[in-house]
């Protein structure tokens, strides 16, 4: 049985950024994941820096360069749970057992995980950062 765990970033709808954590239930049930949607799609074949922040169930950020996106809510879990099964993935995504594997089409250069919640100023200085 597939089933929501963890959290993850990715694109729906083309380019809509979606943002999600899951509580470890089956994936057909609403209350499995919570996620975030940016309301406005992103134009295509552009560099775009984001960064995601989940705090809780009722407080979940993007920001896209810089800017915090305005966010649409749905789904209706309250906890992260991880599974123990597999590895991370960076890039693609299973959305069952039978279709195939989707992959991001694009480039990643910096890829960063923090255990706690970034100020606005420490994400405008990581948008300023030079390479």
Do not use: C
Request: without cysteine.
């Amino acid at each position: 049985m597939n089933s929501y765990s963890g959290v993850w970033m990715g694109f729906v709808y083309g380019y809509i950024i979606s943002m999600h954590f899951g509580n470890d239930r089956p994936t057909a049930i609403p209350s499995s994941r919570r996620s975030v949607y940016t309301k406005q799609p992103l134009p295509e074949n552009n560099w775009f820096h984001f960064v995601g922040i989940i705090i809780s169930d009722k407080i979940m950020y993007i920001y896209i360069n810089n800017k915090r996106a305005e966010v649409v809510y749905d789904g209706s879990a309250t906890e992260v749970l991880y599974q123990n099964v597999g590895v991370p993935a960076f890039g693609e995504y299973k959305t069952s057992t039978v279709l195939p594997l989707t992959y991001f089409k694009g480039a990643i250069d910096d890829f960063r995980f923090y255990n706690r919640e970034l100020s606005e100023r420490e994400i405008s200085k990581l948008f300023h950062e030079k390479y």
